[in-house]
């Protein structure tokens, strides 16, 4: 009789109520047995919910691979259109018009996704990549925190360096897809310590195309607009991420950019000198007395004017710009992460021209010395240059064929103590994120 009553107050639980219970009691037992471990990641999992409460609509996505590191997802704006892969977080496409009104690609790279993968196997150019989790160069793969020294795999140069951050570097990880609509799109990483980097790390990089007028944009030109967001979870680390792109502006109409594409840097008075190897030094120079003023961009200057100056600028033997310039912002008006315009390219040949706006301390620029014309420029921008000209263009990437714009921090600024970079390179769990912003703006002239 007494066992009855007991069990009538179940009566009111339906199923779907108990397993609710369930979960809710198997969820608060996990966090009081585990606080201690996961109080790091808190922080990092409050700043990804905005992101799971928004709802993710069909994307433009088109190509999909049955791996879905290389499903090619298309975001797009009037004059505008952008191609991008999980694999690296990286760009594939960037399509906007030339004076004419024609369309024209102006990113290197691939056609085929899952030529990506064998790019990183072969020759590794880390096409359109988001590389890290520290870009560019670290010298002996080593650096200090706290007194507290440490070491990372070296994968250049025989051993003497680590660049993009070691032999698997953010460029090569597959990166999960998160909200993305027609015009937006996000990926996310964790790095649990990748390539021995202390403590953990979790990344955002939200690609973004619009032609809204702004006050930013009082013509309304198609811009593209990266925010790459890293926040460090459990231990102090180096952090510096940055875009790897490499622009053609004149589509592979010329077989290099050299007599086309001009280049101007206004703010960009000093540059990082560097060894035989492209490691820093530790010294700075003035652009305008060095190399028979080859660095000085202050003014618009063609790429290829003084480009004959630069022998062994970047590294021995070598011919060319591979070089860190630092964005001097005025102290009195400009904060020293303030959005600016940096760097000014246009090309002759299309009219295209491309202004970045970033909150970056420097600019490293490369102008693809090394590429020796084996890899081929992408079939749909021959096809497209037969179409247009009636000849294909360059069919292979040449020497001097492209130029590549890192907006990023002093480049291995974690081992120049002198420079005092560390607010902006080296971050903690009770540190704001490090957040590296750019907007790509394209014109024409």
Known sequence: ??????????????????SVFCVVFLFITALLGLRMHLKPFFTAALTGLPLLAQAAPASSSSDSSEDGRFTSYTISAEGITVKAIPYGARLTSVLVNDRHGHVQDVLTGYDDPIEYLHDTETNHTYFGATVGRYANRIKNGTFSIDGNTYHIPENEHDGEDTLHGGFVGYDARNWTVGPHTDSSITFSLLDEGFQNFPGDVITTVTFTVDNEVTAENPKGLPQLTSRIVSEALTKK???????????????????????????????????????????????IFEVSNTYGGALDFTQPKLIGKDIEKTENLCGTGCTGYDTCWITDRDPGYSAPNSMVSSITMASDTTGISLDVITNQAALQIYTCNSQNGSIKTKKSQQERNQKQDGSPGAEYVEQYGCVVIETEDWI?????????????QIVGPADPPLVNWAVYQFGNC
């Open 412 to 424: 291995d600024g974690i081992n120049q103590p002198e420079w005092g970079r560390d607010a902006y």
């Open 237 to 283: 680390t180096p952090i510096m991420l940055a875009n790897h792109l490499y622009w053609n502006l004149n589509a592979f109409k010329k077989q290099n950019v050299l007599k086309d594409t001009t280049l101007q840097m206004p703010l960009s008075t000093r540059y990082i000198g560097a060894d035989g190897i492209e490691v820093p030094t530790g010294e």
């Open 1 to 18: 009789m007494n066992a009855a009553p007991r069990f009538g107050y179940f009566r009111c639980f339906t199923p779907r109520l108990l």
